[in-house]
Protein backbone atom coordinates (compact mmCIF):
# COMPACT_ATOMS: atom_id res chain seq x y z
CA UNK A 1 0.00 0.00 0.00
CA UNK A 2 0.97 3.43 -1.04
CA UNK A 3 1.19 5.91 1.68
CA UNK A 4 2.60 9.40 1.88
CA UNK A 5 2.10 9.47 5.80
CA UNK A 6 3.36 7.58 8.53
CA UNK A 7 0.23 6.55 9.85
CA UNK A 8 1.23 5.40 13.21
CA UNK A 9 2.46 8.62 14.28
CA UNK A 10 -0.17 10.91 12.39
CA UNK A 11 -3.20 9.64 13.87
CA UNK A 12 -2.72 11.08 17.00
CA UNK A 13 -2.70 14.75 14.93
CA UNK A 14 -5.14 13.97 13.10
CA UNK A 15 -7.21 13.30 16.28
CA UNK A 16 -6.83 16.05 18.07
CA UNK A 17 -7.22 18.52 14.76
CA UNK A 18 -10.45 16.32 13.96
CA UNK A 19 -11.99 18.05 17.90
CA UNK A 20 -13.19 20.82 16.24
CA UNK A 21 -15.63 18.68 13.76
CA UNK A 22 -16.18 15.54 16.04
CA UNK A 23 -16.77 17.26 19.51
CA UNK A 24 -20.10 16.24 21.27
CA UNK A 25 -22.72 18.33 22.64
CA UNK A 26 -24.03 16.68 25.30
CA UNK A 27 -27.33 18.40 25.19
CA UNK A 28 -27.65 17.23 21.61
CA UNK A 29 -26.76 13.40 22.15
CA UNK A 30 -30.29 11.41 21.48
CA UNK A 31 -29.22 7.87 21.81
CA UNK A 32 -29.75 5.92 24.78
CA UNK A 33 -26.65 3.84 24.41
CA UNK A 34 -29.81 1.10 24.42
CA UNK A 35 -29.92 -1.06 21.26
CA UNK A 36 -33.61 -1.99 22.04
CA UNK A 37 -34.85 1.90 22.69
CA UNK A 38 -33.14 3.18 20.00
CA UNK A 39 -33.49 1.14 16.77
CA UNK A 40 -35.66 -2.09 15.81
CA UNK A 41 -35.71 -4.50 13.62
CA UNK A 42 -36.47 -4.70 9.76
CA UNK A 43 -36.30 -6.44 6.37
CA UNK A 44 -36.09 -9.56 8.58
CA UNK A 45 -37.13 -11.94 11.11
CA UNK A 46 -35.72 -11.81 14.75
CA UNK A 47 -33.34 -14.77 14.31
CA UNK A 48 -31.23 -13.25 12.19
CA UNK A 49 -30.57 -9.41 14.21
CA UNK A 50 -29.37 -10.50 17.89
CA UNK A 51 -28.06 -8.44 20.89
CA UNK A 52 -25.95 -8.97 23.34
CA UNK A 53 -23.54 -7.70 25.75
CA UNK A 54 -23.44 -4.29 23.94
CA UNK A 55 -23.11 -5.91 20.12
CA UNK A 56 -25.57 -6.51 17.38
CA UNK A 57 -25.32 -8.90 14.78
CA UNK A 58 -26.93 -9.26 11.58
CA UNK A 59 -27.01 -12.62 9.99
CA UNK A 60 -27.58 -13.52 6.48
CA UNK A 61 -27.66 -17.91 6.21
CA UNK A 62 -29.13 -20.64 4.65
CA UNK A 63 -32.76 -19.73 5.78
CA UNK A 64 -32.42 -16.33 4.04
CA UNK A 65 -31.39 -18.52 0.65
CA UNK A 66 -34.66 -20.82 1.17
CA UNK A 67 -36.83 -18.27 2.50
CA UNK A 68 -36.15 -15.74 -0.61
CA UNK A 69 -35.95 -13.08 2.08
CA UNK A 70 -31.78 -12.39 1.09
CA UNK A 71 -31.54 -9.25 4.17
CA UNK A 72 -31.59 -8.53 7.84
CA UNK A 73 -31.30 -5.34 9.03
CA UNK A 74 -32.68 -2.41 11.75
CA UNK A 75 -33.63 0.83 11.39
CA UNK A 76 -33.33 3.84 14.42
CA UNK A 77 -36.97 4.39 15.89
CA UNK A 78 -36.33 8.42 15.07
CA UNK A 79 -36.31 10.41 11.94
CA UNK A 80 -33.17 12.90 12.12
CA UNK A 81 -32.44 16.29 10.28
CA UNK A 82 -28.53 17.16 10.55
CA UNK A 83 -26.22 15.76 13.10
CA UNK A 84 -23.17 13.36 13.63
CA UNK A 85 -23.92 9.48 13.37
CA UNK A 86 -21.51 6.56 14.88
CA UNK A 87 -21.66 3.21 14.71
CA UNK A 88 -18.58 0.82 15.07
CA UNK A 89 -19.06 -2.41 12.69
CA UNK A 90 -16.52 -5.51 12.33
CA UNK A 91 -17.48 -6.75 8.81
CA UNK A 92 -18.04 -10.44 7.54
CA UNK A 93 -14.69 -12.45 7.19
CA UNK A 94 -13.35 -15.27 4.82
CA UNK A 95 -15.36 -15.56 1.24
CA UNK A 96 -17.87 -12.36 1.49
CA UNK A 97 -18.58 -12.27 -1.97
CA UNK A 98 -21.69 -11.19 -3.00
CA UNK A 99 -22.48 -9.93 0.22
CA UNK A 100 -23.07 -6.35 1.13
CA UNK A 101 -23.40 -4.32 4.49
CA UNK A 102 -24.52 -1.24 4.22
CA UNK A 103 -24.96 2.10 6.99
CA UNK A 104 -26.99 4.56 5.78
CA UNK A 105 -29.28 7.29 6.38
CA UNK A 106 -32.61 7.79 4.11
CA UNK A 107 -35.79 9.40 3.80
CA UNK A 108 -37.86 6.58 2.26
CA UNK A 109 -40.07 9.24 0.31
CA UNK A 110 -40.20 8.93 -3.08
CA UNK A 111 -37.77 11.68 -3.94
CA UNK A 112 -36.05 10.40 -1.80
CA UNK A 113 -32.50 12.03 0.15
CA UNK A 114 -30.16 9.30 1.63
CA UNK A 115 -26.50 9.03 2.46
CA UNK A 116 -25.27 5.52 2.58
CA UNK A 117 -22.03 3.59 3.00
CA UNK A 118 -21.99 0.20 1.63
CA UNK A 119 -18.90 -2.31 2.20
CA UNK A 120 -18.21 -4.86 -0.88
CA UNK A 121 -18.35 -8.42 0.26
CA UNK A 122 -14.97 -9.98 -1.30
CA UNK A 123 -13.30 -13.10 -2.02
CA UNK A 124 -10.99 -14.17 0.68
CA UNK A 125 -7.41 -12.20 0.69
CA UNK A 126 -8.80 -9.34 -1.45
CA UNK A 127 -9.10 -5.29 -0.06
CA UNK A 128 -12.40 -4.54 0.99
CA UNK A 129 -14.54 -2.12 -1.09
CA UNK A 130 -15.93 0.95 0.14
CA UNK A 131 -18.68 2.09 -1.58
CA UNK A 132 -20.26 5.94 -0.56
CA UNK A 133 -23.00 7.59 -2.66
CA UNK A 134 -25.57 10.76 -1.82
CA UNK A 135 -29.39 10.72 -2.95
CA UNK A 136 -30.53 14.04 -3.35
CA UNK A 137 -33.92 14.58 -4.10
CA UNK A 138 -35.00 11.20 -5.20
CA UNK A 139 -31.59 11.44 -7.75
CA UNK A 140 -27.78 9.52 -7.08
CA UNK A 141 -25.79 8.44 -8.92
CA UNK A 142 -23.06 10.09 -6.85
CA UNK A 143 -20.49 6.98 -6.30
CA UNK A 144 -17.18 6.80 -4.64
CA UNK A 145 -14.91 3.80 -3.91
CA UNK A 146 -12.20 3.41 -1.78
CA UNK A 147 -9.81 0.45 -0.76
CA UNK A 148 -10.01 0.36 3.11
CA UNK A 149 -6.19 0.69 4.01
CA UNK A 150 -6.79 -2.42 6.92
CA UNK A 151 -9.03 -5.25 7.06
CA UNK A 152 -12.03 -4.54 8.16
CA UNK A 153 -13.19 -8.37 9.60
CA UNK A 154 -10.36 -8.21 12.26
CA UNK A 155 -11.42 -5.38 14.49
CA UNK A 156 -13.98 -3.15 15.02
CA UNK A 157 -13.53 0.34 13.06
CA UNK A 158 -15.98 3.40 13.26
CA UNK A 159 -17.37 4.57 10.70
CA UNK A 160 -19.21 8.04 10.65
CA UNK A 161 -21.81 10.15 8.77
CA UNK A 162 -21.56 14.17 9.23
CA UNK A 163 -24.02 16.14 8.13
CA UNK A 164 -24.86 19.61 8.11
CA UNK A 165 -26.04 22.63 6.15
CA UNK A 166 -22.91 23.26 4.54
CA UNK A 167 -21.27 19.65 3.82
CA UNK A 168 -21.43 15.59 4.20
CA UNK A 169 -18.39 14.02 5.66
CA UNK A 170 -17.81 10.65 5.36
CA UNK A 171 -14.88 9.34 7.96
CA UNK A 172 -13.34 6.16 8.85
CA UNK A 173 -11.71 5.99 12.27
CA UNK A 174 -12.17 9.76 11.99
CA UNK A 175 -10.38 10.21 8.91
CA UNK A 176 -12.18 11.99 6.53
CA UNK A 177 -12.98 9.69 2.93
CA UNK A 178 -15.29 12.12 1.51
CA UNK A 179 -16.90 15.56 1.26
CA UNK A 180 -20.20 16.29 -0.50
CA UNK A 181 -20.57 20.78 -0.13
CA UNK A 182 -23.81 22.23 0.15
CA UNK A 183 -23.86 23.79 -3.87
CA UNK A 184 -27.84 24.14 -3.61
CA UNK A 185 -27.34 27.90 -4.75
CA UNK A 186 -26.17 27.10 -7.90
CA UNK A 187 -29.25 24.56 -8.73
CA UNK A 188 -27.28 21.39 -7.13
CA UNK A 189 -29.38 18.66 -5.16
CA UNK A 190 -28.53 19.26 -1.46
CA UNK A 191 -30.51 16.69 1.54
CA UNK A 192 -31.27 19.73 3.28
CA UNK A 193 -35.23 19.22 4.15
CA UNK A 194 -35.98 15.77 4.54
CA UNK A 195 -35.55 13.73 7.60
CA UNK A 196 -33.76 10.31 7.70
CA UNK A 197 -33.72 7.58 9.80
CA UNK A 198 -30.36 5.95 10.56
CA UNK A 199 -30.53 2.34 9.07
CA UNK A 200 -28.22 -0.82 8.77
CA UNK A 201 -28.60 -4.12 7.04
CA UNK A 202 -26.39 -7.03 4.86
CA UNK A 203 -28.09 -8.65 1.86
CA UNK A 204 -27.41 -10.34 -1.27
CA UNK A 205 -25.83 -7.78 -3.61
CA UNK A 206 -24.31 -10.34 -5.92
CA UNK A 207 -26.06 -8.95 -8.90
CA UNK A 208 -23.87 -5.68 -8.95
CA UNK A 209 -21.71 -5.38 -6.03
CA UNK A 210 -19.39 -8.02 -7.05
CA UNK A 211 -18.65 -7.99 -10.40
CA UNK A 212 -21.36 -10.97 -11.11
CA UNK A 213 -19.72 -13.23 -8.08
CA UNK A 214 -22.53 -14.95 -6.70
CA UNK A 215 -22.60 -15.81 -2.93
CA UNK A 216 -21.38 -19.32 -1.78
CA UNK A 217 -24.37 -19.99 0.75
CA UNK A 218 -21.99 -23.14 2.03
CA UNK A 219 -19.24 -20.64 4.04
CA UNK A 220 -22.79 -19.29 5.22
CA UNK A 221 -23.73 -18.04 7.76
CA UNK A 222 -22.43 -14.45 7.12
CA UNK A 223 -22.56 -12.08 10.25
CA UNK A 224 -21.72 -8.33 10.43
CA UNK A 225 -21.13 -7.19 14.32
CA UNK A 226 -22.16 -3.61 15.40
CA UNK A 227 -21.25 -2.06 18.68
CA UNK A 228 -21.23 1.30 20.16
CA UNK A 229 -23.14 3.88 17.97
CA UNK A 230 -23.59 6.99 19.19
CA UNK A 231 -26.11 9.41 17.45
CA UNK A 232 -25.85 13.20 18.05
CA UNK A 233 -28.33 14.45 16.14
CA UNK A 234 -31.64 17.04 15.93
CA UNK A 235 -34.87 14.39 16.15
CA UNK A 236 -37.09 15.51 13.47
CA UNK A 237 -40.39 16.97 15.16
CA UNK A 238 -41.80 18.52 12.03
CA UNK A 239 -40.58 21.72 12.00
CA UNK A 240 -37.24 21.88 9.50
CA UNK A 241 -36.40 25.38 10.64
CA UNK A 242 -35.38 24.16 14.24
CA UNK A 243 -33.02 21.63 12.77
CA UNK A 244 -31.59 24.08 10.72
CA UNK A 245 -31.23 26.89 13.67
CA UNK A 246 -27.89 27.94 14.30
CA UNK A 247 -27.41 27.02 18.20
CA UNK A 248 -25.82 24.91 20.93
CA UNK A 249 -27.62 22.53 20.73
CA UNK A 250 -27.70 22.17 16.66
CA UNK A 251 -23.79 22.61 16.96
CA UNK A 252 -22.94 21.46 13.39
CA UNK A 253 -24.38 23.79 12.18
CA UNK A 254 -22.43 26.52 13.27
CA UNK A 255 -20.43 27.86 10.51
CA UNK A 256 -17.03 26.53 11.69
CA UNK A 257 -18.10 23.42 10.79
CA UNK A 258 -18.92 24.50 6.84
CA UNK A 259 -15.62 22.78 5.62
CA UNK A 260 -12.41 20.79 6.73
CA UNK A 261 -9.06 21.79 8.31
CA UNK A 262 -6.15 21.97 6.58
CA UNK A 263 -5.30 18.99 8.49
CA UNK A 264 -8.35 17.07 7.39
CA UNK A 265 -7.87 18.12 3.88
CA UNK A 266 -4.17 16.48 3.51
CA UNK A 267 -6.01 13.12 5.34
CA UNK A 268 -8.97 13.55 2.40
CA UNK A 269 -6.22 13.76 -0.74
CA UNK A 270 -4.18 10.65 1.08
CA UNK A 271 -7.33 8.58 1.14
CA UNK A 272 -7.93 9.71 -2.73
CA UNK A 273 -4.08 9.36 -4.02
CA UNK A 274 -3.30 5.96 -2.80
CA UNK A 275 -6.66 4.35 -2.15
CA UNK A 276 -9.36 5.66 -4.27
CA UNK A 277 -10.59 3.26 -7.17
CA UNK A 278 -13.74 4.92 -8.21
CA UNK A 279 -15.25 8.49 -8.81
CA UNK A 280 -17.89 8.98 -10.60
CA UNK A 281 -16.56 12.82 -11.50
CA UNK A 282 -13.80 11.12 -13.12
CA UNK A 283 -16.46 8.67 -15.10
CA UNK A 284 -16.81 10.68 -18.49
CA UNK A 285 -17.99 7.33 -20.29
CA UNK A 286 -20.63 6.88 -17.98
CA UNK A 287 -22.01 10.48 -18.34
CA UNK A 288 -20.93 10.60 -22.18
CA UNK A 289 -18.86 13.69 -21.39
CA UNK A 290 -21.50 15.78 -19.39
CA UNK A 291 -20.13 15.16 -15.68
CA UNK A 292 -22.52 16.26 -13.35
CA UNK A 293 -22.33 20.22 -12.30
CA UNK A 294 -20.94 19.42 -9.16
CA UNK A 295 -18.20 17.41 -10.32
CA UNK A 296 -16.29 21.21 -11.34
CA UNK A 297 -17.20 22.88 -7.98
CA UNK A 298 -15.20 22.68 -4.89
CA UNK A 299 -15.22 20.44 -2.16
CA UNK A 300 -13.12 21.86 0.58
Known amino acids: MAASYNFSKSIGIIGLSLFILVQISVASVVSTGDFSKDFHAMLSNYTHIHTSNGQTTLKLDRINQKTGMFRAGFASNDYYLFGKFDIDIKLVPGDSAGTVVELFLTSEQPNKDQIDLKFLGNVSGEPY ?62 PRWQSMSMKAKIYDGASWATRGKTIDWSKS ?71 PKECSLPTY
Open 221 to 291: PFIATFKDYKIDACIWNGNARFCRSDSEVNWWNKDRYDSLTSVQNRWNKWVKKNHMVYNYCQDNKRFHNDL
Open 129 to 190: ILQTNIYADGFANREQRIYLWFDPTKDFHTYTIFWNLHQIVFMVDSIPIRVYKNHADKGISY
